[in-house]
């Protein structure tokens, strides 16, 4: 069995900063790559970051230049530093990991349970 488990949202003024973590636990052989999408009511999941396993990352246009996706490999924990937050980065925020379990063939898509930011004056 393996869980995400997000933390780091919340509550913050436009122009300011948080950084979300997303940990995986369980039974863990290897993690391919580790995403953050969001969501908010009635709109489409938007991928906002993605982190290969060797460091490659990509973002939406919407987020280049304010925010950074890292990961700790020895930890199988991704971060999404994010900077200049606007009030339309309100969205719930979920990561998405790709992993091997210790015993399977194939790599499987976990998520996490997400976490809400909410960017308001």
């Known amino acids: 069995q393996v869980q995400l488990v997000e933390s780091g949202g919340g509550l913050v003024q436009p122009g300011g900063s948080l950084r979300l973590s997303c940990a995986a636990s369980?039974?863990?052989?290897?993690?391919?790559?580790m995403d953050w999408y969001r969501q908010a009511p009635g709109k489409q999941r938007e991928l906002v970051a993605t982190i290969g396993r060797g460091g490659s990352t990509n973002y939406a246009d919407s987020v280049k230049g304010r925010f950074t996706i890292s990961r700790d490999n020895a930890k199988n924990t991704v971060y999404l530093q994010m900077n200049g937050l606007k009030p339309e980065d309100t969205d719930v925020y979920s990561c998405?990991?790709?992993?091997?379990?210790?015993?399977?063939?194939?790599?499987?898509?976990?998520w996490g349970q997400g976490t809400q930011v909410t960017v308001s004056s």
């Open positions: 998405n990991a790709g992993v091997l379990s210790s015993g399977s063939l194939y790599y499987q898509s976990y």
């Open positions: 369980g039974s863990i052989f290897s993690i391919s790559n």
